[in-house]
């Protein structure tokens, strides 16, 4: 392993979304939106929008998501996209408007704190939006104030690292030569909700109640559907969070991890879908 003084060495225990992650995001948006398509997926078909519903959505990042469920709660809903990244909230707008979509409005806050001026709400969904919170039990309770007495809320998050594959091995290989810390348990970021038991802990204490508990799993295409091995190289170097921490380290050390990450990935390719890794998400549901 490098052993490269490494100023960013906590850069998988704390993603600033409000700042580098959602510039990365943006920057990455068709990798990461075809990456997670089928999480998302079966996350929608769960929470089964219905027109005239009034809905949020925490952490839309490119705004597909709103956009699909400002689709299904027509006539007659709206839906609210809350993003604490400035950039994301911008772009998604545009998106909206380029899309002909009236009854969506994208708004850049903290959910955490913020509050929503025309509330309560009737739903309130995140498709692995709601793993960051610094204090969660607060934030949730914050987000049930947005919503009805008897609201619900939907949830898609990651489950245990092991699970998904398609983000650990990865991991793995960059560890191979530079410094990565573990994840750390129940801490902000991808699996801080991977104890499903501890998500119930702080809904419970954020007053949530009637928890529900689904499973979505299988393969993703990783860098998107049809992705080569050399695009799916690409856009985990460039779009998933150890790849700012390799930033830190010589080119030389870059171009190593890119050409083993690349090893990996033509091992999972499968012609006409691509670099196919297993995934596993916890979707919740639960009410105010």
Not at 34 to 39: D, H
Not at 186 to 213: M, S, W
Request: aromatic residues 10%; hydrophobic residues 45%.
């Amino acid at each position: 392993m490098t052993e490269a003084a490494n100023p960013h060495a906590d850069a998988l225990k704390y993603e600033d979304w409000g700042g580098e992650m959602g510039a990365r995001w943006l920057a990455n948006l068709k990798g990461f939106e075809g990456t997670i398509a089928p999480a998302g997926e079966a996350l929608l078909a769960r929470a089964a929008f219905a027109p005239g519903e009034r809905a949020i959505d925490l952490g839309f990042g490119g705004g597909a998501t709103t956009i699909a469920i400002a689709e299904a709660v027509s006539p007659g809903g709206i839906v609210l996209g809350l993003d604490i990244s400035p950039d994301l909230t911008s772009a998604a707008t545009r998106r909206a408007q380029q899309a002909g979509i009236d009854n969506a409005r994208f708004q850049c806050g903290d959910a955490a704190a913020v509050t929503v001026a025309d509330g309560p709400y009737d739903r309130l969904v995140s498709r692995f939006g709601s793993m960051f919170f610094a204090e969660p039990v607060p934030a949730f309770a914050n987000l049930r104030a947005m919503l009805k007495p008897g609201g619900r809320m939907d949830l898609a998050v990651w489950g245990p690292p092991m699970e998904n594959p398609w983000m650990l091995k990865g991991m793995e290989v960059a560890r191979q030569h530079v410094e990565i810390p573990p994840p750390v348990p129940r801490a902000p970021g991808p699996f801080a909700f991977e104890d499903i038991d501890y998500l119930r802990e702080v809904l419970d204490g954020a007053g949530f109640g009637k928890v529900d508990v689904g499973v979505a799993e299988g393969e993703l295409p990783v860098g998107g559907a049809g992705a080569s091995a050399e695009q799916a190289e690409h856009f985990a170097q460039n779009a998933m969070a150890f790849g700012q921490v390799l930033l830190d380290y010589p080119v030389e050390v870059q171009e190593a991890v890119a050409r083993d990450l690349k090893a990996l990935y033509e091992q999972y390719y499968r012609p006409g879908e691509g670099v196919m890794m297993g995934y596993k998400a916890w979707l919740v549901t639960a009410y105010a």
